[in-house]
């Protein structure tokens, strides 16, 4: 028997509905590790269509050309390492989210997924059908078994392959990032190694899909626990892992570890691959913002210019009266700072229009909320135009408190086609602004030092649609609002459980009242990277019409 076993992990970013695409992306690693001697080369889960497909899988055509193209795929890599990609398997009446083994231009083996999740962003017990337990499947000089992403999260699946003489366990995965996730998916392999005393590779695939974003940080474990390879986050990576037969069993050979970012970069990475995945995927080469001189246009600009390149990404002033000097002077300042090109549409003329419009209608009214907004909405067609005319993306910029409460105008600064920061909280925008003025990666195509100026960041957060307005006018200060935020939203805590944590109850009374009658406005807002356990969308599904409110 040979006491070597070489496995390609390829950590590859796919994209949605391009099967052949994927399929070419899977066939180039293939060759990668046919060059390096690989024995098998493995990619994540569902690689052959992309991850998550939502309903576009229950498609026959869709799962039929996913099929046709496997077949293919099969043939080009018949000479050379077995090669392990995940995709939809239809049997019968029952569709599968299964995971192929391809060798000698067939299907060697295939394996089923048993635990379907369905929580947070996944739907797959609308999509798939749960197949028996399954064992593990001959991969020559050892038996290999493939629990597929949430079947190694339970003991049952891995324990069941293990037993019935799985020597190495495989895990394929489309596991879409939150802050902190990494640590928690390790301490679980951990606890699958230690119970089933066999390495594991833990295989995770990376790249953005609308609100979701896959971060990577594949790794692989020897018996015991031990972390014996780590590949980076955020970034694609195709890396060759020895396994040898030494005395009772396999053992990885150690490789390189990348050293996890802290939680500030991983949110800011998210963020900016997200916004990179959405741009290209979707066929869009150039962006623009709206730059007013506030720290949000200043973090999303950044964001922006470091996701596409600065070449790429067109800042626009839309100054009113209330525009105040400072923020005319921030804005050129920050658009300098980043080398993005930077205009000015100035809106008085278009507002005086508006109100002259309306005034007969508006006679004898108190102006108010209402002229406020008609700034905003004046701004947002603005840009709107552009973004036709130019074939820029248009980018929106509401923080997730903002998003939380209503804070921002519908038809109007919420116009876009996708919010980098919307699961960001106004607290956190700006530590992420200080930590991206103090850091550089290669991955940034911006340049590097102070890109946010450190006059938006000291000032007070203001819309500028009237005279000294600030956003402590009609919200709570930021430290309270997310904090009662992050209990009521994150925490689903009851008003009484945020009295209890030293919030005052007519304020948690009145964050709780404008969260539930916001949500018509989000239900209409641009989608945006999920950055925590409870984005708004998928993570958070709570009914437009609503009359339920906690009074304890």
Not at 458 to 484: H, N, T, W
Request: overall charge negative; some cysteine.
């Amino acid at each position: 028997m040979s006491t070597r076993f070489r496995l390609t992990m390829a950590q590859l970013n796919p994209t949605v509905g391009d099967i052949a695409g994927n399929a070419e992306k899977a066939r180039i690693a293939w060759e990668q590790g046919r060059d390096a001697g690989a024995d098998l080369v493995m990619l994540p889960e569902m690689f052959l269509v992309g991850y998550q497909t939502q309903d576009l899988v229950t498609k026959p055509v869709f799962e039929q050309d996913a099929m046709a193209e496997l077949e293919v795929l099969a043939a080009a890599c018949a000479d050379g390492p077995m090669l392990a990609i995940g995709g939809p398997l239809r049997e019968e009446t029952r569709l599968h989210n299964a995971y192929f083994i391809l060798k000698g231009g067939k299907i060697h083996a295939i394996t089923r997924k048993f635990f379907l999740p369905n929580f947070n962003v996944f739907d797959e017990v609308r999509l798939f059908k749960r197949a028996d337990m399954q064992g593990p499947w001959d991969a020559g000089p050892l038996r290999i078994g493939t629990p597929i992403c949430e079947d190694a999260w339970y003991p049952d699946v891995p324990e069941a392959m293990v037993e019935s003489g799985a020597e190495l366990l495989l895990v394929p995965n489309g596991s879409p990032y939150f802050r902190d996730k990494h640590q928690l998916r390790l301490n679980t392999m951990i606890s699958r190694v230690v119970e089933c005393e066999v390495p594991l590779v833990y295989l995770n695939m990376v790249g953005g899909q609308d609100d979701q974003v896959f971060d990577g940080g594949s790794f692989v474990l020897n018996p015991g626990g031990a972390l014996a390879v780590q590949l980076p986050w955020f970034e694609e990576a195709v890396v060759h892992v020895d396994f040898t037969h030494e005395g009772d069993g396999w053992v990885a050979q150690e490789g390189a570890r990348a050293l996890e970012p802290d939680t500030l970069e991983t949110d800011y990475a998210a963020m900016t691959l997200a916004l990179r995945d959405y741009m290209g995927k979707t066929g869009f080469k150039k962006a623009l913002l709206g730059l007013s001189g506030g720290v949000d246009s200043a973090i999303v600009a950044a964001i922006a210019a470091d996701a596409l390149g600065p070449e790429n990404v067109r800042c626009v002033m839309l100054p009113s009266e209330y525009t105040s000097e400072a923020s005319l002077t921030d804005a050129k300042d920050a658009a300098a700072a980043l080398g993005v090109t930077y205009d000015i549409v100035p809106i008085g003329k278009v507002r005086d229009a508006v109100t002259d419009t309306l005034a007969p209608l508006f006679a004898g009214l108190e102006e108010g909320l209402t002229e406020e907004n008609i700034q905003s909405r004046i701004r947002g067609l603005l840009l709107m135009a552009q973004s036709n005319k130019f074939g820029e993306m248009l980018l929106t910029t509401g923080n997730k408190s903002e998003v939380a409460v209503g804070y921002a105008t519908i038809y109007g600064d919420m116009a876009g086609g996708y919010n980098p920061i919307k699961d960001l909280y106004k607290t956190r925008v700006f530590d992420i602004c200080r930590w991206r003025n103090a850091h550089h990666r290669p991955w940034m195509k911006a340049p590097q030092g102070e890109v946010i100026p450190t006059a938006i960041i000291d000032k007070p957060p203001s819309a500028e649609l009237r005279d000294d307005q600030k956003d402590s006018d009609s919200l709570p200060e930021y430290e309270v609002l997310d904090g009662i935020l992050t209990m009521l939203v994150d925490g689903e805590a009851s008003v009484a459980e945020c009295v209890a944590a030293g919030y005052d109850r007519e304020t948690v009374k009145r964050v709780e009242h404008l969260l539930y009658i916001s949500e018509y406005k989000r239900f209409q807002s641009a989608p945006g990277p999920r950055l925590s356990m409870k984005s708004f969308w998928l993570d958070r599904r709570y009914p437009i019409v609503n009359r339920y409110r906690d009074d304890g």
